[in-house]
């Protein structure tokens, strides 16, 4: 089983849908949680935060179900550049919070 | 842009060269990172240094040879690659390795094409 698992994409969809990506990871011991975005040849860059209490940021909202190892990514009134590759990232345990374990991502394109 | 540096940013090398990759970061960070991501696979940690020590070996080929002299700067030397090593590497840095909640800022990366 992989320890970070994406829906698999492309996700295509028109400027100003909602879309919502999904992750499951293995490890019970993660200690914190992301989302990365990827634009095509450029380098993954954080996007947010997930918080077990849910957090949100402009027309993203990220949640965290521990009990079910779940995380989900809503982006509401997608813009065209929006477009990209999400990235699902958790860490690893209390003593390890740097190593970041990536999913194999989510690519999403808007389009007009 | 990020803070973080890397360079070459492309490398064509033979199986029995001899390089290197270089990064350095100017952010005060004191944990710095190497992956890899390879086409149509997810990244890959490969080494962490923090505070100087390196901290992390992800099972990763001797082919394959980090190098942290400083804080600022990371290195990645490379002998008798293998066609399959060809990716792209990722250079990140964090205030710390133990708090998972830092943000990890990437380089651009090195593309490296090993014929």
């Known amino acids: 089983r992989k320890e970070v698992e994406q829906d698999p994409g492309p996700f295509n969809v028109p400027e100003g849908a909602t879309v919502a990506f999904n992750c499951t990871y293995s490890n019970s011991a993660s200690q914190s949680f992301f989302w990365y975005r990827q634009d095509c040849r450029k380098e993954p860059k954080l996007l947010m935060s997930v918080y077990s209490s849910g957090n949100e940021d402009g027309r993203f909202t990220a949640q965290l179900n521990r009990a079910s190892q779940y995380i989900s990514l809503l982006i509401r009134d997608s813009k065209l550049s929006d477009s990209a590759t999400y990235l699902c990232?958790?860490?690893?345990?209390?003593?390890?919070?740097?190593?970041?374990?990536f999913g194999q991502g989510t690519e999403l394109s808007v389009k007009p | 842009e990020t803070g973080v540096t890397q360079t070459p940013r492309h490398l064509v090398m033979g199986m029995t060269n001899k390089k290197s990759l270089k990064c350095e970061q100017h952010?005060?960070?004191?944990?710095m990172y190497w992956y890899k991501q390879s086409a149509k696979k997810p990244l890959e940690l490969m080494f962490v240094?923090?505070?100087?020590?390196?901290?992390e070996n992800n099972s990763v080929p001797s082919r394959f040879s980090p190098e942290c002299p400083n804080s600022s700067h990371l290195f990645l030397h490379l002998h008798t690659l293998q066609p399959e090593d060809s990716a792209l590497y990722l250079c990140?840095?964090?205030?710390?390795?133990?708090?998972?909640?830092?943000?990890?800022?990437f380089g651009p990366g090195t593309r490296l094409t090993v014929l």
């Open positions: 990140a840095s964090s205030q710390d390795f133990l708090q998972g909640s830092d943000t990890q800022y």
């Open positions: 952010l005060g960070h004191n944990a």
């Open positions: 240094y923090n505070f100087k020590e390196q901290t």
């Open positions: 990232v958790v860490t690893g345990r209390y003593n390890q919070g740097g190593k970041l374990i």
